[in-house]
């Protein structure tokens, strides 16, 4: 009697699943859609800051045309699904690991029949340093370009490479807002920094910290900042925070930027429901051209986000933070005669509000309520632990209060 009962229900219910999927037969065929598999885009709310809108920007990734494994199609549409409205394609110049891969897969279309020769082209690397360049480094961002294009994606695609040298003493740096790729490529560093300067580029040191003993600038480096070539620093890469190069940033007027230099699907790194968005930067901006975009860097008008951390300037942080966050007093508490404030924050990124040793969390879209004694100073301020300046510091930040 169960098993009849069990199998009766079963059935009714993939009658009634059924009849609510069922599409009308065509040429005798039917289909039965089981779940809603349709791609949907991570709505990421800022507010505007100063007339200024936040545009959300990853300025350095890789695709399978160096030694990411994905195509500069996918970049575009994973960025689109991930909120940003801009990427910069930033193909290794001079290293390109799977080129192999692919030269070998080719062979058969060579003259003779024989896999292509392997290269880097230019670098400082331990391969030929006069090796030519075999691949057309602009055919990689005009595929991200055409298929933002062709498919519809709002998404400014940022034409850029990543310029390698030896990490310990050099670095590595990105080219972006380039008008040809290829024409930058030369084994002298100083060279390739001429040339993007001499197409309008601007020049990002890219993780600073990487395979170095130390954060102080090596000879080598302080020579490349004497010259004036790089115009900001990746503060944040991928899920590191180098809090020195916070003051750097300060001292020599270089823009904050945080990026993602991501190789793989970033489903892996930052899949949706994580609590996060991916790595990125916030540009503050008049519009989403390049004109509007390059200036906005060039004046470093940047906040860096990463796993819900907000680094930067305090300026931009305390802008930010009166923009996001709306403060009103609501009433008095009836035993202590203390006021009674409502915090809303009205944005997709969290606060961490400290009040003396107690850590308050404004959530994204959600109302706090805190009892402040009337003896305490007005206006209200806070340390917010999710922010970063210099020093390894948290700002301490004041809220405005809305009438």
């Known amino acids: 009697m169960k098993k009849f009962l069990l199998s009766s229900l079963l059935v009714l219910f993939v009658t009634i699943v059924s ?4 599409v009308a037969p065509q040429m005798g065929k039917m289909a039965i859609r089981l779940f809603d598999n349709t791609a949907k885009r991570t709505e990421i709310v800022l507010p505007q800051v100063k007339g200024y809108t936040l545009y959300k920007a990853d300025l350095h990734v ?12 996918e970049r575009v549409m994973e960025a689109w699904y991930d ?5 910069a394609i930033t193909d290794h110049l001079e290293k390109r690991t799977y080129e192999k891969f692919m030269l070998k897969a080719l062979a058969p279309y060579s003259k003779d029949g024989s896999p292509f020769v392997y290269a880097h082209a230019g670098a400082g690397n331990k391969t030929n340093q006069d090796a030519p360049m075999l691949s057309n480094m602009n055919a990689t961002v005009d595929e991200a370009i055409d298929w933002a294009e062709q498919k519809g994606y709002p998404i400014m695609v940022v034409r850029g490479s990543e310029i390698w040298r030896e990490p310990s003493t050099i670095g590595e740096y990105n080219a972006l807002f380039l008008k040809d790729v290829n024409a930058i490529c030369d084994k002298d560093l100083f060279e390739c920094f001429r040339r993007v300067k001499e197409q309008g580029g601007i020049i990002i040191h890219n993780h600073p910290g990487w395979r170095r003993p130390t954060m102080e600038k090596s000879e080598e480096q302080q020579r490349i900042y ?8 990746e503060v944040v890469n991928e899920a ?14 270089l823009f904050i930027a945080a990026n993602t230099d991501t190789h793989h699907p970033t489903a892996q790194r930052w899949p949706q429901g994580c609590g996060m968005f991916r790595t990125m930067t916030f540009i503050l901006a008049k519009e989403k051209s390049e004109k509007a975009i390059k200036e906005a860097l060039l004046d470093r008008r940047t906040i860096g986000y990463c796993a819900n951390n907000l680094i930067g300037e305090q300026r931009w942080l305390q ?4 923009a996001a966050v709306e403060c009103r007093i609501i009433g008095e508490d009836a035993k202590t005669k203390a006021d009674v404030y409502m915090l809303t924050n009205t944005c997709s990124v969290p606060f961490a509000l400290r009040v003396g040793n107690a850590v308050q969390m404004l959530k994204p879209f959600q109302a706090l309520r805190l009892t402040v004694s009337k003896k305490r100073a007005k206006p209200l301020t806070f340390v917010v632990e999710n922010m970063w300046i210099v020093d390894e510091q948290h700002p301490k ?5 809305d009438k």
Request: aromatic content about 14%; glycine content about 8%.
């Open 19 to 22: 009849a609510q999927n069922f």
């Open 62 to 73: 890789h695709t399978i045309y160096s030694d990411g494994d994905v195509t500069p199609r």
């Open 83 to 87: 909120g940003l409205d801009i990427v």
């Open 226 to 233: 004497a010259e004036g070539w790089v115009d900001g620093i």
């Open 240 to 253: 590191y925070l180098y809090p020195q190069m916070l003051r750097r940033c300060k001292e020599e007027k």
């Open 319 to 322: 802008e930010f933070f009166d």
């Open 397 to 401: 930040l004041t809220l405005r209060m």
